[in-house]
Every structure is written in C-alpha cells, then in structure tokens.
C-alpha cells in the first residue's frame, strides 16, 4: 500500500494563497474569502452553511476522532483538501500551537441595505471606525450572543475577516449579519425609525434607564478617538455609570455590557430575536 506523504513546501501554490489570505485584506476582499485556524471554527463554519474551498490539515488533527469526521464532512462535500506537514502550518499559524487546520472560506453574503425582519423592533450595532480586530471580533460574538439582528461596520473599521478578528468572533461572524454601511447610515436609520444611542464615556444617560425595547441601533466609536461630535448630537447618548477610581472600559466590554443591558430588557419584555439565514 502506497504512503501518502505529506506536502512539505512553503511554495505550493495553494499554500501561497493561504499566506497571501492570512496578510492582506485587498486579497480576502477580491477573492470573497478568509482563512479560519482551528477545529472548532472550522467545524462552526461548516455547520453554520459556509462554503469551505480549500482546506490545509495535517497528522495532528488526522489523528484525533472529532477530527477525522470534520475531514471526513469536508471531503463528503468535495471540498479540497490538501495534507501538509506540521512544519506548513507552523509558518501559517498565527497562535504558538497550531491545531493542525486551516480552511479557505467564502465570505458571507449578506445583501445591502439588510433586509431586517418585519413585525419585532430592531437590535443593531454599528462599529464606527474601530480600529483593533479582537475588539471588533469580540463585538460581533457579544452581538450575536446577545440576539442583535445585524452589526454594522462605517468605513475605517477594521476588516471582520483579520486572522485575529475572525479568531475573538469565535464564528459569529458566519451568523451575524455583518454590513458594511455607506456615508449616509445616520439618515438611512433615521428614516426606518430606528433610535440611534452612542456609547459615551461620561454626560450620557444611565444605560439602565434607556427603553431598549424599541428599534435601536447601539453605535460604538474608535479606540482612542471615540465617536465624532457630530454623530453624538444626532442620538440618544448614554453612559456605563463606574466608582471614580476606575479607567474607562474598552469598547469591546463597553458595547457587551451594553448589548447585553438592552438584551435584558428585551428579553423581559417579551421580545425575541428572529435568527438571520446566511446567503452564500
């Protein structure tokens, strides 16, 4: 019986268009694809409908019985796989013990403008010009975790498919709507209704205090920047009220707390989310 061995080149092309995928978002955005590290994101992709076009494994993973049917699930829906040696994935690996998988994923397809679900009020984000991708990633899994219906990137946020932003997202970025919004997303909101409400670090209402049960759009700003004057004036502000001592928290836990304070109240009024089907 004839060995397999494995592939052990840096410069096989399949092996340059992972590298090429994993270091530039000019790339993922004309190819519509990303690269997820991992069994767990690779199976939550698989489960969530995404379309895997390539993925690299190698012995670690093979030898591993939950793994062997994440191989045997893609190999059943033709994906292509390619066995390579710990070596390969070593040099593409982003974390310090790789898990022996990388998948080449398309992009989801979500049109624009959302369509959002009639009959229940609206829970969104928008991530305005956030810079750091585990913060981003962190949003959309808190968003997603919390029952928003869509989250919303303004242009200057960072790409939801950075290596590191996809790795916080832990998947939710397959089942969270995530749009990326033109110039005029203030007036498009104004004019479905929707209650813009930014997250401000001091002089804002109590979040407790805020109705979050009508169609809202929570909007949370640039690390270091925060949210343009302009944005404030034209919304509903509110603040996470903390002991004087204390730093400001980040967005990432600013906006879950939050995310969560308006789930709560949702929740209690008798309002549930209508989960999103993902468009390949």
């Known amino acids: 019986m004839a060995v397999i061995q494995p592939l052990d080149s840096l410069d096989n092309k399949s092996v340059r268009t992972v590298r090429h995928l994993l270091t530039s978002r000019t790339f993922r955005e004309k190819q519509k694809q990303a690269v997820l590290e991992g069994f767990h994101m690779v199976l939550d992709a698989v489960d969530a409908g995404a379309l895997i076009h390539l993925v690299l494994y190698s012995q670690r993973i093979a030898q591993q019985g939950p793994g062997r049917s994440l191989l045997a699930r893609l190999q059943a829906g033709r994906t292509r796989l390619v066995y390579v040696t710990d070596r390969v994935l070593s040099e593409l690996s982003a974390v310090e013990t790789h898990q022996g998988i990388l998948a080449v994923v398309g992009m989801p397809k979500w049109p624009a403008p959302f369509p959002l679900p009639q009959g229940t009020p609206w829970l969104l984000g928008i ?25 919303g990137l303004t242009k200057g946020t960072v790409d939801p498919f950075n290596p590191k932003a996809l790795r916080a997202s832990a998947g939710s970025v397959f089942k969270l709507p995530v749009v990326a919004l033109d110039d005029s997303w203030l007036e498009d909101l104004a004019a479905r209704g929707v209650q813009v409400i930014t997250a401000v670090a001091e ?15 929570l909007v949370l700003g640039n690390e270091g920047a925060g949210l343009p004057d302009a944005v ?10 903390m002991v004087d001592s204390a730093e400001s928290l980040n967005v990432a836990v600013a906006g879950s707390v939050l995310v969560f304070q308006a789930a709560a109240a949702r929740r209690h009024a008798g309002l549930l989310p209508v989960p999103p089907v993902m468009i390949q």
């Open 127 to 151: 991530a305005h010009e956030i810079q750091d991708p585990g913060n981003l990633g962190t949003l959309i899994r808190s968003f997603h975790a919390a029952g928003a219906h869509m989250m």
């Open 232 to 241: 404030v004036q034209q919304s509903h502000a509110v603040t996470i009220p």
């Open 203 to 217: 002089g804002g209402e109590d979040y407790t205090r805020m109705d979050w049960t009508r169609s809202v759009a």
